[in-house]
T-cell receptor, first 114, second 115 residues
Framework: GENVEQHPSTLSVQEGDSAVIKCTYSDSASNYFPWYKQELGKRPQLIIDIRSNVGEKKDQRIAVTLNKTAKHFSLHITETQPEDSAVYFCAASYRGGSNYKLTFGKGTLLTVNP | DARVTQTPRHKVTEMGQEVTMRCQPILGHNTVFWYRQTMMQGLELLAYFRNRAPLDDSGMPKDRFSAEMPDATLATLKIQPSEPRDSAVYFC?????????????FGSGTQLSVL
């Protein structure tokens, strides 16, 4: 089955700096890569996703890049703000056929210091 | 704003007791997932259903866990008997497989403590 590795497990940045979280996946058939943000005590919420036919996607201060050859994808947050502090999860799945299983990385605790 | 509803939000029980967690997926969603979250293991997939049929429950300890969808508006996860190592947050999530926008929406979770 799919295995997703996520690094780093913790990341501390100063407000205004950029933050980068990286993930690798094992199943070359995976074609859908979402990122979830989970604030303390809350549910995970989708913040951005990318499909394998796209190399990069941006949404305001958040961007995700995908390298299919190397089987890795990254989340980039620019101009970080204290409210960006949360645990971020990457995930991978194959969308097609009868399977729709989303495998998550172990998460990255991002702390943005004011 | 449609949401996945989970009950109870918190459950404290003693080892050996039965625990039932419930989930109401978003209306119109045909896929339901159960995830368990712990500090050590992160988000682990326990089971998932499409159109109420179980597709994969390989992540679930079969001897004590069971997952069902008695109808399209209710999914249940049962643990019997419960053990202290089952203490975790259990999330239900739903989505619409086959749609062009296949986002997964999570419920608020059930915080389970087994003493």
């Amino acid at each position: 089955g799919e295995n997703v590795e996520q690094h780093p497990s913790t990341l501390s940045v100063q407000e205004g700096d950029s933050a980068v979280i990286k993930c690798t996946y094992s199943d070359s058939a995976s074609n859908y890569f979402p990122w979830y943000k989970q604030e303390l005590g809350k549910r995970p919420q989708l913040i951005i996703d990318i499909r394998s036919n796209v190399g990069e996607k941006k949404d305001q201060r958040i961007a995700v890049t995908l390298n299919k050859t190397a089987k890795h994808f990254s989340l980039h947050i620019t101009e970080t703000q204290p409210e960006d502090s949360a645990v971020y999860f990457c995930a991978a799945s194959y969308r097609g056929g009868s399977n729709y299983k989303l495998t998550f990385g172990k998460g990255t605790l991002l702390t943005v210091n004011p | 704003d449609a949401r996945v509803t989970q009950t109870p939000r918190h459950k404290v029980t003693e080892m050996g007791q039965e625990v039932t967690m419930r989930c109401q997926p978003i209306l119109g969603h045909n896929t339901v997932f159960w995830y368990r979250q712990t500090m050590m293991q992160g988000l682990e997939l326990l089971a998932y259903f499409r159109n109420r049929a179980p597709l994969d429950d390989s992540g679930m300890p079969k001897d004590r866990f069971s997952a069902e969808m008695p109808d399209a508006t209710l999914a249940t996860l049962k643990i019997q008997p419960s053990e202290p190592r089952d203490s975790a947050v259990y999330f239900c999530a739903s989505g619409r497989w086959g749609a062009t926008n296949e986002k997964l929406f999570f419920g608020s979770g059930t915080q389970l403590s087994v003493l």
